[in-house]
């Protein structure tokens, strides 16, 4: 059994202020994680993404990620935010030896952004 | 290249009538994923395809959904006859592999609206 929550529906941040946009993940197997970003009218694009390798990701657009086993977190991180971050956030997890479809979404968390 | 796209972005229909959706994946994608966003909760997998097998439907809701990929190619999923617990946004995603290392490309979703 595997489930993800996105600790916050809703973040706000100033332009040119740091980004956190937190995720909580639990799986019976050692799990991939992924960062999804969806733009308004637009698919979901994958940021970045864990799969066993180095606990800290780096993504698009100067996202990173760093996964920590002893917290089952995911936070998704970025120094600086820009306008054109303002999106919604999905946090996804996908357990180890299986296909990368039947994933689990976090409930997405929206980012905004003030000038 | 192109990306995944899906037909109709949007339509509204009548309780009790049918609609077909329709996504053409990424060229050269075996695999194919269709997921459900109702009322803006998560995002839950539907089923999956490996070329025309349906490798995975265990997230079809009940019979009044049916997905077909003749030839492996494009993906359609039909509901008969539509509920109104059946509105919300269908989206379409494709991969190269399966598997949990897999990057999915989505498509922009096609929002269903049940009166």
């Known amino acids: 059994a595997q489930s993800v929550t996105q600790l916050d529906s809703h973040v706000s941040v100033s332009e040119g202020t740091p980004v956190l946009l937190r995720c909580n993940y639990s799986?019976?197997?050692?799990?991939?994680l992924f960062w999804y970003v969806q733009h308004p009218n637009k698919g979901l694009q994958l940021l970045l993404k864990?799969?066993?390798?180095?606990?800290l990701v780096k993504g698009i657009n100067g996202f990173e990620a760093e996964f920590k086993k002893s917290e089952t977190s995911f936070h998704l991180t970025k120094p600086s935010a820009h306008m054109s971050d303002a999106a919604e956030y999905f946090c996804?997890?996908?357990?180890?030896?299986?296909?990368?479809?039947?994933?689990?979404f976090g409930d997405g968390t929206t980012l905004t952004v003030k000038p | 290249e192109a990306g995944v796209t899906q037909f109709p972005s949007h339509s509204v229909i009548e309780k009790g009538q049918t609609v077909t959706l329709r996504c053409d994946p990424i060229?050269?994608?075996?695999?194919l994923y269709w997921y459900r966003r109702v009322m803006g909760k998560e995002i839950k997998f539907l089923l999956h395809?490996?070329?025309?097998?349906?490798?995975?439907e265990s997230g079809m809701p009940n019979n009044r959904f049916l997905a077909e990929r003749t030839g492996g190619t494009y993906s359609t999923l039909k509901v008969q006859p539509a509920e109104l617990e059946d509105s919300g946004v269908y989206f379409c995603?494709?991969?190269?592999?399966?598997?949990?290392?897999?990057?999915?490309?989505f498509g922009e979703g096609s929002r269903l609206t049940v009166l």
């Open positions: 995603a494709s991969s190269q592999k399966p598997g949990n290392t897999g990057e999915l490309f």
């Open positions: 799986s019976s197997y050692s799990p991939s």
């Open positions: 864990y799969t066993s390798a180095a606990t």
């Open positions: 996804v997890v996908s357990p180890y030896n299986t296909n990368a479809g039947k994933s689990t």
């Open positions: 060229s050269g994608h075996d695999n």
């Open positions: 395809f490996v070329k025309e097998s349906k490798q995975d």
